[in-house]
């Protein structure tokens, strides 16, 4: 999801937390009104527009794998996937600066690219979902994005493998 902020005058140049709060005049009677706020995944910048106009280099997802006991065909069971690649390399953003967006779907040829499902936080280099179910295959693909927003266009996707040990 992306907003628009306007941003207050005199604000210098650099790397801001963005916190959105709902309700923040208290006109909806909650029991608690501790849990209003939420902070941005990644901080954002602030300042002249980037130049950096290059995609990462980045070699997609390396392996997808997940514990899934008993015959597959059984009783419905949910299960995190894991995630793992190498480190994107950028001629701008650090490595520790670049998150990773992950697309899911079920089929090699069926990934939903209109929006990831996941984002990583900077420098990850694995990821475990939430539970998914068992009862489909699924598939991921990995897409690194640098701090300018720039994605790279790696088409790597892996199935989750069923890797008990």
Do not use: H
Not at 17 to 27: E, G, H, N
Not at 28 to 46: D, L
Not at 105 to 130: I, K
Request: hydrophobic fraction near 35%.
């Amino acid at each position: 999801m992306r907003r628009t902020l306007r941003l207050p005058r005199g604000l210098r140049p650099g790397r801001y937390w963005v916190i959105a709060c709902a309700d923040v005049r208290r006109q909806v009677r909650e029991f608690s009104e501790t849990n209003n706020c939420s902070r941005s995944r990644t901080r954002a910048r602030v300042g002249a527009p980037s130049r950096d106009t290059s995609a990462p280099r980045f070699s997609g997802v390396d392996r997808v794998i997940t514990c899934l006991p008993g015959p597959r065909g059984g009783a419905a069971v949910s299960s995190r996937f894991q995630l793992f690649w190498r480190a994107a390399g950028d001629d701008a953003s650090a490595a520790a600066a670049i998150v990773y967006d992950i697309y899911r779907g079920n089929a090699a040829g069926g990934v939903d690219l209109s929006a990831p499902a996941y984002t990583t936080r900077p420098g990850a280099l694995s990821f475990t979902t939430p539970e998914l179910s068992s009862k489909r295959n699924w598939y991921f693909l990995v897409r690194a994005r640098d701090e300018a927003g720039n994605r790279d266009g790696n088409r790597v996707v892996r199935e989750g493998l069923n890797r008990c040990r």
